[in-house]
């Protein structure tokens, strides 16, 4: 099985990504850590992406299909595995899955965490990360404080918040999302595999629906 999360900034798939990985085994695969991989492995690929970084440019669609395609040679695909941040545009949707064709595989599921610009908002501006095993937090948000101020629960490491968790930058990318993601949900949707879920409920309730529809509620 293999899952394609869409969902405006905030919405929480990094939470349920790493829910779903530490309780069933899934793999994840997030756009943005494949681009930071590569660059620190310096590969021929990452040498090509970290020019591109240094120059303010964005990766084309052409590298980061080429990008995804690394990625999921390296895995074990009989192993269900989660996409998120790719695809973000049409054009995307189609070059993945001519890159699922080699693998003989389907997109199976593409989840929509719906939320407003407003509940985003809220989230964004108390988000906190771990650097080390990618745990996410609020601090404003009771559900998923950290128990110690500013350190993870799971390795006590400190946590940091992103540069770019400001009001003006979340209203740019939410736009953003929205132009250009649109089409995507709408696709995916004319195909029969999207399933739209409400994500202004707590992240347990969230997850409950999330187990539901990928069936793998253990009780």
């Not at 991989?37 to 590969?43: C, I, N, W, Y």
């Not at 999921?72 to 973000?88: E, N, Q």
């Not at 990360?129 to 110690?148: A, F, H």
């Not at 309730?205 to 509620?217: A, D, Q, R, S």
């Amino acid at each position: 099985m293999n899952i394609i999360w869409i969902a405006p900034p905030a919405a929480g798939k990094g939470t349920y990504s790493s829910l779903l990985k530490e309780k069933y085994g899934f793999n994840h695969i997030s756009a943005g850590d494949v681009l930071r991989e590569q660059v620190s492995l310096q590969t021929e690929i990452g040498k090509k992406v970290e020019e591109i970084i240094n120059k303010g440019e964005m990766v084309n669609d052409t590298l980061m299909a080429k990008l995804i395609e690394t990625k999921l040679k390296s895995l074990d695909l009989s192993v269900p595995f989660m996409l998120d941040g790719y695809p973000r545009k049409i054009n995307q949707a189609h070059d993945y899955e001519h890159i699922l064709e080699k693998f003989n595989l389907n997109v199976d599921k593409v989840i929509f965490i719906n939320i407003s610009k407003e509940t985003g908002l809220k989230r964004i501006l108390g988000r906190l990360n771990c650097p080390k095993c990618k745990k996410s937090y609020n601090k404003y948000l009771p559900d998923t404080m950290p128990k110690t101020e500013g350190i993870c629960d799971d390795c006590n490491t400190p946590l940091i918040s992103r540069v770019d968790d400001t009001e003006e930058a979340y209203a740019t990318r939410y736009n953003v999302y929205m132009t250009e993601t649109k089409p995507v949900i709408e696709y995916y949707k004319s195909l029969g595999k999207l399933i739209e879920i409400d994500g202004s409920k707590s992240p347990e309730e969230t997850l409950k629906v999330i187990e539901n529809i990928l069936g793998v509620n253990n009780g």
